[in-house]
């Protein structure tokens, strides 16, 4: 008599969890890429500061709808005894709401400021090349801060990594690319790292959702010295660059930092950035379709080793 060995089956909540995870990384890829190509647009008609401001504002307003939506459903949920969620979704106090809000300033504020200024010297595909050494730089903090050390693998892949930059900068000859252009992208990618490292700290204490509507909150409050620039330059845009502002408030600010902060609260740090890698070629297919742009070749070509090099940073030998 022979038997026939069989996989175990996961339970399926753990799957379903699973699932959801896989499908929140997508969708905020999806949507992130996005954003370079809208910023490059909309940035022909709406300085780099103003579209910070509209673009965060637009965010908080649909984060706040979706806060009140979700607590509703909340309360719903324990008047009818159908259970409560684990997490209440209370407001932070004291060091924790200071840490949340500075999360907000920096990630929402002065990451899409420098993103925006850097859309406008380079196109949206040289921009996410650099932009996605983040998760490199994660590593590095994790070294740095948490202790993690630097083996040799980290080594190599930062000296892969800073190669590629090299060549990117190297383009900057041609008249294609321009230095300043990145400098503010890397400074983008050490804004990304730094916060995504700290978030990740304090998603066990405060939940996704309220996390993500304080951050862009605060966020929006330091963006307000623009608001002048913003009135100003949205009464003269065309409807098209509006439209381009909403988008990018409800689409990859609101709704993709949401999913982010989900898959962040339920995976490492480095699986949920490493699921970011495909930014930059979504970035340049969709540049390239609906905008008519593709990098430099030889930036491309330093694009591609930079994010080589981060792959050698981050993902662990099996």
């Known amino acids: 008599m022979t038997t026939t060995a069989t996989r175990p089956v996961p339970p399926p909540a753990t799957a379903r969890a699973g699932g959801l995870t896989a499908a929140a990384m997508a969708v905020t890829v999806v949507l992130w890429a996005s954003a370079f190509v809208g910023v490059r647009a909309v940035g022909h008609d709406v300085d780099p500061g103003a579209l910070a401001l509209g673009r965060v504002a637009v965010g908080t307003l649909a984060l706040t709808a979706m806060v009140v939506v979700t607590r509703a459903r909340r309360r719903a949920a324990r008047g009818t005894g159908a259970g409560a969620p684990t997490r209440p979704g209370r407001l932070p106090r004291g060091r924790l709401l200071a840490l949340v809000l500075g999360w907000g300033v920096a990630w929402f504020g002065a990451y899409n400021l420098t993103l925006n200024a850097a859309e406008q010297h380079l196109d949206a595909g040289t921009t996410a090349l650099l932009v996605n050494i983040a998760p490199m730089l994660v590593a590095v903090l994790a070294g740095v801060l948490l202790g993690e050390g630097f083996p040799r693998r980290l080594l190599l892949g930062i000296a892969v990594a800073f190669a590629g930059v090299v060549v990117i900068a ?149």
Not at 221 to 237: C, K, M, W
């Open 170 to 318: 190297a383009a900057t000859t041609t008249g294609r690319v321009d230095a300043a252009g990145v400098l503010l992208g890397l400074a983008s990618a050490v804004l990304y790292a730094g916060a995504a490292t700290l978030q990740k700290r304090l998603l066990p204490r405060v939940d996704a959702l309220t996390m993500t509507w304080l951050g862009c909150a605060a966020g929006t409050v330091a963006s307000l010295p623009f608001l002048g620039d913003l009135v100003r330059q949205v009464a003269a845009a065309p409807p098209s660059a509006v439209l381009g502002i909403v988008y990018l408030g409800v689409f990859p600010t609101a709704i993709a930092f949401s999913t982010w902060g989900y898959a962040l609260t339920r995976a490492s740090a480095g699986r949920t950035a490493a699921a970011t890698y495909a930014v930059p070629a979504l970035v340049v297919l969709m540049s390239w379709g609906l905008l008519g742009e593709v990098p430099a070749p030889i930036a491309l070509a330093g694009g591609v080793l930079a994010l080589a090099g981060v792959v050698v940073a981050t993902l662990r030998r099996h």
